[in-house]
């Protein structure tokens, strides 16, 4: 609680001054807009709905993104680990495609998929696949070698193997690079939005800029901080144990 | 006969300058039934020989039949136990769980499964255990799992790679005391290794001794002590002493013999 009301002072004072000088007329800036016009702008944008939907749009597509990323990342990332020789051909084709920045594969995807989820998805799943490849590779590889042979012993097929022994063995290690990739999808899927595709929360923002909207603007900014908060507590939470499958006991 | 090697043999990287040679001309052969004890010195390759028996390993020279069946792949009716329970459990399951993963390789359907779990976590004294962590478990607790697990899988035969040695002495006797009940009750075939001679004798139906470089079964006793056996009197027995002697002075001996012709270093191979 203390720790709270001492972390409150700054942003406090902050939003204060800028209040006052505002309405004095001390500041007079066009980028900048005053705070109570802003959370009215922000209220607006909840009342409506239209904030809300272009969250809802953002996060679908970011998640979706995510969610083709884990698959295939994991899924890879368990053969590789598995086989080191796959691993081994593969990993300088990796290492080269992974070098290629996500949003510099924004025109082609735009002319693969056109405006739309396809083309934010596309590029999410591009920059979340990687961390998670790698993650899981490593998380694979060092599975204790006595479990694989339980496995054996017990003539577990394939997807038996996979599902049963590999992926709970190496799931807490796996969750690390699903959190970092979590983190990057929602950048990524607002950086398209800004740049490219009309739609979204990044959409909306440039939307409120272009149209001189300022107090829409930093509403949304300050909804993103929000967002960005609560995803991280999210992720830490599950970090934390709640999407571990297991944790090793005391 | 439940098991057959003949002229089994086993050399790392042959071919190679650091081909090594661990068994050489094994002939072994168990009835259905019967509890074999194999002991030999650190390094002398009984972990390798079983881990041939149950498939995870493949001999360079000879052949294995289990049933008339050549051994190629491992196989759920051979059940191998390993020394270090701890890391042959699932520490995400418990120990229901575990013992149940079993049954799920058999394919048996779920709502069977609860009824043939409880009755072995009954049988090992796991009943208490049944939604605990293998991570809560003593180390005998584990191993008691395990066991649970490999009978699970309904085997023909129980491979135990000195599964009591990193037990402290108590619990050793407690857990040999319910192996001999299990294979009693099951009838079930059981090959044991263990480095402690008394252990082999007092379980056995028969003891087999490697030694060498590389490795031969250099003897093989009956140790025709009568079932069922008692911690107290069986290992006060004249019998068991005198296996006891025989048995020490033979791996004594083979390791003074051994010493200078020492090729390379053993260890890492048992």
Not at chain 1, 145 to 161: H, M
Not at chain 1, 166 to 174: D, E, Q, T, V
Not at chain 2, 174 to 189: F, P, S, V
């Amino acid at each position: 609680m203390q720790r709270l009301l001492f972390g409150a002072i700054v942003p406090v004072t902050l939003v204060a001054t800028w209040e006052w000088s505002a309405r004095t007329g001390a500041l007079t800036l066009e980028s900048l807009s005053r705070p109570s016009d802003i959370l009215r702008a922000g209220y607006l944008g909840l009342h409506d709905g239209s904030l809300l939907l272009a969250t809802g749009q953002t996060f679908e597509t970011a998640l979706l993104g995510l969610a083709i990323a884990a698959l295939a990342g994991i899924l890879c990332g368990a053969v590789l680990g598995l086989w080191p020789i796959l691993d081994r051909v593969t990993s300088p084709t990796v290492e080269a495609l992974r070098a290629i920045p996500a949003v510099a594969l924004m025109p082609l995807a735009l002319m693969m998929f056109g405006f739309g989820v396809g083309l934010e998805a596309s590029i999410v799943t591009y920059a979340c696949v990687w961390p998670i490849l790698i993650v899981t590779i490593s998380a694979v590889r060092s599975i204790e070698p006595r479990l694989l042979e339980v496995a054996d012993a017990l003539q577990l097929s394939f997807p038996e193997r996979l599902v049963k022994i590999i992926l709970p063995a190496a799931m807490a290690r796996i969750n690390v690079g699903l959190r970092v990739a979590a983190g990057i999808s929602l950048v990524v899927a607002v950086t398209v939005e800004i740049v490219l595709n009309p739609r979204g929360l990044g959409y909306a923002l440039i939307l409120a800029q272009q149209s001189l909207k300022t107090d829409v603007m930093y509403a949304q900014l300050l909804w993103l901080c929000i967002l960005g908060a609560a995803l991280n507590a999210v992720l830490r939470r599950f970090g934390g144990g709640q999407l571990v499958l297991w944790r090793p006991a005391r | 006969m439940a098991v057959s090697m003949r002229g089994v043999g086993l050399t790392f990287a042959a071919g190679s300058a650091r081909s090594r040679q661990i068994l050489a001309n094994i002939d072994l052969e168990v009835r259905a039934g019967e509890f074999v004890c194999i002991v030999g010195p650190s390094g002398s390759g009984k972990t390798t020989l079983l881990r041939m028996l149950a498939g995870l390993a493949r001999p360079t020279a000879g052949d294995i039949t289990f049933y008339g069946e050549p051994v190629v792949a491992p196989s759920r009716e051979r059940a191998i136990i390993f020394q270090d329970y701890s890391k042959a459990l699932l520490p995400w399951r418990t120990v229901e769980a575990n013992v149940a993963l079993s049954l799920e390789a058999r394919k048996i359907v779920r709502t069977q499964r609860g009824a043939i779990v409880a009755d072995l976590l009954t049988k090992m004294g796991l009943e208490h255990a049944a939604q605990q962590y293998p991570g809560q478990l003593s180390g005998g607790m584990q191993q008691r799992v395990q066991i649970a697990r490999c009978l699970a899988q309904d085997p023909k035969i129980l491979l135990m790679d000195e599964p009591f040695g990193a037990l402290d002495a108590m619990t050793r006797q407690t857990l040999q005391d319910e192996i001999l009940q299990i294979a009693a009750d099951k009838r079930t075939t059981v090959v044991f290794i263990t480095h402690d001679l008394e252990e082999a004798i007092y379980l056995g139906d028969r003891v087999v001794v490697l030694g060498g470089t590389p490795a031969t079964i250099i003897e093989a006793i009956d140790v025709a002590l009568p079932r069922p056996r008692d911690q107290l009197t069986t290992r006060e027995d004249q019998r068991f002493l005198a296996h006891r002697h025989r048995l020490f002075g033979l791996l004594v001996h083979d390791r003074i013999k051994r010493k200078p012709n020492v090729r390379s270093t053993p260890g890492g191979l048992d």
